[in-house]
């Protein structure tokens, strides 16, 4: 299933989401204020209910295959992650900060079920928590399945509202966390997802009204720091993808093949960018870069060893789990 990466507006997307959440932890840790690089998360999650019912609408596939097909792709290299940084971690703890190193939470992270501190998840891969609701999407959607697609629709949309307002009725541990009104970003990729497919079009000024629309409200949104990123962030998110993939539809996209290859190594960026940026940190005060330089580097140091983990980790796992094609007679 590749449809998500036949759409070049969802690469680039991918590719733009993955690096400002690199950006938002690498200002972070020099006190700099990118706070608005979290948002790549939220476009995480609605790029993800896009994918979910574009690569499944129109096909047969049952609960068991998509759920193995899901766990395939995300399971591996997020295991090797967690281990690798729970490793390093242990050996070097004065580079890590606030992660629990017990033994509970390296099993809980990588079952997708961190320790909980105070109201968030605290996995052993900082971001990791977003994994989390990443698979609880899945076991949802996994469930829709059973159903006719236009029933699967209506079960998604019931089903995701139902969690959301389960949160303020039931507020408790892990209860409270799955069921934060995030969850509704994927039903709107879902449903984003289900006008692409069933060929609704915008005018191409239209579309890019609504990608505009998107950035402004992004670029804002320091201006409500209280209010629930599902509005602060993902309505933004939401107008992006619309914008983008309706516009691509109207007019293509520009081929701009650098960018799509960083959409390709999105997931790896994604996963190893927090722990080779603890690395580029520990190389950049052994040579002694001056400090004021030192979050540019982080940012572009990170960036080059999450591509080499893509290159040497992530597509070789790819690749052998890929299944064979058949041989000509």
Known sequence: MKIGNDITSIQYLRAIAAISVLCF???????????????GVDIFFVISGFIMWVTTEGRSVGPQEFMVRRLFRIVPLYWIATAATFVMAVLKPQFFFNIDTSIGNLIGSLLFLPVMKGEAMHPIVEQGWTLSYEMFFYLIFSISLFLPELRRLWFLMVALVAVVITHYLLPLGYISVFTEPVILEFAAGVVIGRLWKQGFRLSFHAAIGLMIAGLVLLMASDLIPHVDRAVRWGIPAVLLLSGAVFAERERGAPKLAFLHFLGDASY????????????????????????????AFLVLGSLAFAIICYLFIERPILRKMRPPRPQPA
């Open 25 to 39: 932890h690498g200002s972070a840790a020099y006190g700099l204020n990118f706070r608005v690089g979290a948002a």
């Open 268 to 295: 790896s960026i994604y996963v190893w960018h927090v722990l080779t940026g603890v690395i580029v940190t520990a190389l950049l005060l052994r040579a002694g870069v001056p400090h004021a330089a030192q979050p």
